[in-house]
């Protein structure tokens, strides 16, 4: 089971999308165990992209990602990690494949609406970045039997 953090970002709340990304990752069958609103700060931004930060790209990043609040969301499932990335597709909704969320939903490098972490590594110091332990709520779901074999 791997646990992957989720950004549904500024322009996915102006956009009103946020229910509908949520719901694409409850239908592929992802297990939403924590989910907060916030506002990106500078701080928290720079944290964040660190590997950015020196990228000329980099100062309308934290304008864009602090312009209005951020649903933070801890999503878990098997190979939770790769399937949000591919479920996002590449990161420029420009180049991204139909159905894909910024494929079908993102005309922007920048504003592509949800993050993911890129891996493991990446996936433990965002989740810690975004929220206290006592905030994940582990459960278990009455409709996993039906949603994959037992060996599986
Ligand atoms: P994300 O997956 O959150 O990771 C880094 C973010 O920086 C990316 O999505 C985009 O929002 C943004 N980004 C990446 N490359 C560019 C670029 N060339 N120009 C502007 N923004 C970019």
């Not at 992802?30 to 916030?38: T, V």
Request: net charge neutral; aromatic share 6%.
């Amino acid at each position: 089971m791997e646990r992957t953090l989720v950004l549904l970002k500024p322009d996915c709340l102006q956009r009103r999308l946020v229910g509908r990304m949520i719901s694409r990752f409850e239908e592929k069958g992802l297990h939403l165990i924590a989910l907060k609103m916030l506002r990106v700060t500078p701080d928290l931004a720079k944290q964040h992209y660190a590997e950015h930060v020196e990228k000329a790209f980099y100062p309308g990043l934290e304008a864009f990602i602090t312009s209005a609040p951020v649903i933070a969301i801890v999503v878990e499932g098997l190979e939770a990690i790769r399937i949000v990335r591919d479920m996002l597709g590449a990161t420029s909704g420009l180049k991204a494949t139909p159905g894909t969320i910024r494929g079908d939903f993102s005309s922007s490098r920048q504003m592509n609406l949800v993050h993911a972490s890129d891996g493991a590594d990446a996936a433990a110091r965002e989740i810690q970045l975004y929220f206290q332990p006592d905030e994940i709520c582990s459960y278990s779901l009455a409709l996993t039997p039906w949603s994959r074999a037992a060996d599986e």
